[in-house]
């Protein structure tokens, strides 16, 4: 069977996912979408189960980390989190900080400024957390590059445990432990976890070092997994595997028992479906990301660790307000990156005017816009130039990083995002070098904007049975793409616009009628006339507005 060899109203070129499958009842295109994929009815990859969980202590530095920290508790030894500003960051220290604290034991926290200090642990707050009487420290979403942190907590007698996911230098900071699944001598969890992610992997160690001494906290590690989720979906991780499992849990919990934190940022940003990684991707991160951004981290971190409830609605109303100037500030920095890069081929500029919480959302609509990775910058107070990467499917950030090693300071970056710190007087190098490390990635990388399908539906599959099926692969996202097919020859009967930039359509084969639904019809609101025959791409999905095993279309794109 062929694919229509025009491209998409959106400019795709489109191409079978695996083995191309064609099907016109829903029994059938089931079976054949289960072969395609290599699952069965019965596999795990449908029941994702914690008790499927990797034993932590495969982690490389794992015995150690739990070791001393089980140590830490039964001493009553106070510790200190140095956490990040990003929501991945926010969310492991919270998670730390909850469980840490129901055994009793001191715990402090710090998260740096983004715009004053950026990422990763500094000195001053090793010092700091050492004078407060501190004799052990973890880090959560940071540390994998702060060589000069974990020589100063070696100086100071201080026991420095790093947990993080960024992508290592080719030699590792002199720390107590340091769990990173990125390490060349690990691959934990297919280097899949986010710093949130390796976290939680920590206090299953703990918990379980803890239980060997008969001292385990009663304190249940699955209330923590709503965070879990959400800092794993907010990193962009691929939902595969053992990531699958957290946020399938995580959502679980998101939707029946959330945190205290989560239940009100739910409310103010006016969730009221189910919570799916859809909503955590467009309502609950962005607002979590917002502190960090325009503000402070601490706000967020707060929030999502506070057992208080009125504490915690006003700080989900501070984020929500913050959320809300971030959006304005970050289009008027886009706005500027363009006219300042005139066209350039090397997407790299920065001005002492932006600010440092919206310089990564403006190089990731600048990748997203012209192709490629684009890196942007802001000026920090004491004159350094500090950029944030983001790139497009294919390229590695944090490869391109280490290729521009030597004209940066610091730097920390995974596969799709990062930044650094120039090096005084080294921006037209950093320039010259990242053009060519873009193009040493660009040769492996399409040129073509591709459009994944799993098959071609008739009108006698589109069904509530096929749809109910359909959903068994959720959690969707990176890594677990939803199910997307074509639907041939279709004529729209009629075409309603509803609020929002929503887009009901009726479509027909002559004798079969199927509703269609256009979530932003961008690019494509020419081609979804009434009259018009269109090839329709999309989701097949239940209606839940209609029920009684209603089925629609949901239409990402047409031909």
């Known amino acids: 069977m062929n694919l229509p060899d025009q491209k998409t109203a959106k400019g795709c070129t489109l191409r079978w996912r695996s083995a191309p499958l064609e099907a ?3 029994l059938s295109a089931w079976q054949d979408l289960l072969k395609t994929r290599g699952l069965t009815e019965s596999d795990p ?6 008790s499927d969980l990797p034993d932590p202590f495969l982690m ?5 980390a739990a070791e001393r920290i089980a140590d ?3 001493r009553d030894e106070a510790m200190h989190i140095f956490g990040d500003f990003d929501a991945d960051g926010v969310n492991g220290t919270a998670i730390l900080l909850e469980a840490l604290k129901s055994t009793g034991v001191k715990v402090s926290f710090s998260i740096p400024h983004r715009a004053d200090q950026g990422h990763g642990i500094g000195v001053e707050p090793v010092r700091a957390a050492v004078e407060a009487g501190c004799k052990l420290g973890l880090s959560v979403d940071t540390g994998t590059t702060c060589f000069d942190a974990c020589d100063a907590a ?3 007698g201080f026991d420095l445990i790093v947990s993080d996911h960024h992508l290592p230098e080719n ?4 720390a107590f432990a340091l769990l990173n699944p990125a390490r060349a001598d690990c691959g934990f969890a297919e280097r899949a976890l986010c710093g949130t992610g390796v976290a939680f992997f920590l206090l299953m160690a703990v918990w379980t070092k803890l239980g060997q001494r008969g001292t385990r906290p009663d304190f249940d590690l699955r209330a923590l997994l709503d965070r879990v989720a959400v800092a794993t979906v907010a990193d962009v991780m691929d939902l595969v595997g053992v990531n699958r499992i957290l946020v399938a849990h995580g959502l679980q919990r998101l939707n029946r028992q959330p945190s205290i934190g989560m239940q009100a940022l739910m409310s103010v940003a006016k969730v009221k479906k189910a919570v799916t990684v859809e909503t955590i991707g467009f309502y609950l991160a962005p607002r979590i990301n917002a502190a960090g951004r325009l503000q402070h981290g601490e706000a967020a971190m707060r929030m999502l660790s506070t057992r208080d409830a009125d504490e915690a609605r006003m700080l989900a109303e501070e984020l929500d307000t913050t959320n809300k100037e971030r959006r304005l500030v970050e289009a008027e920095v886009f706005k500027q990156c363009e006219a300042k890069l005139n066209g350039s081929d090397v997407l790299a500029v920065f001005d002492e005017s932006w600010h440092a919480g919206v310089v990564g959302l403006a190089a990731g609509r600048l990748a997203r816009k012209h192709g490629k ?7 920090t107070p004491d004159g350094a130039v500090r950029v ?6 294919g390229y590695h950030i944090g490869q391109l990083l280490n290729a521009c090693s030597v004209h940066l300071e610091g730097f920390g970056g995974h596969a799709g995002a990062g930044g650094g710190t120039i090096k005084e007087g080294q921006w037209d190098g950093f320039i010259k070098t990242f053009a060519q490390a873009i193009a040493d990635q660009a040769d492996h990388v399409s040129d073509h904007q591709m459009q994944s399908l799993d098959g071609i539906l008739g009108m006698g599959a589109l069904h509530i049975g096929l749809a109910d099926r359909l959903s068994r692969f959720e959690p969707i996202g990176k890594g677990n793409p939803a199910c997307l097919w074509l639907i041939k020859d279709l004529q729209i009967a009629d075409r309603r616009n509803l609020k929002g930039g929503v887009v009901r359509l009726k479509l027909t084969d002559g004798s079969h009628w199927i509703d269609g639904i256009v979530f932003g019809a961008n690019g494509m609101s020419d081609a979804i006339e009434p009259g018009l025959t269109i090839s329709a791409i999309g989701q097949l999905q239940k209606d839940e507005y209609r029920g009684n095993g209603a089925v629609q279309f949901v239409i990402e794109d047409v031909v």
């Not at 990859?45 to 914690?50: I, Y």
């Not at 990775?373 to 000026?379: E, I, L, Q, T, W």
């Open 388 to 393: 944030s990467l983001r790139g497009r499917p």
């Open 60 to 64: 490389i530095d794992m015995h150690k």
């Open 171 to 174: 030699e590792l900071p002199a």
């Open 24 to 26: 016109d009842d829903p």
């Open 154 to 156: 070696n100086e100071l």
């Open 72 to 74: 830490a508790i039964v």
């Open 45 to 50: 990859f449908f029941s994702p189960r914690l």
């Open 373 to 379: 990775p684009a890196a942007v910058g802001f000026v």
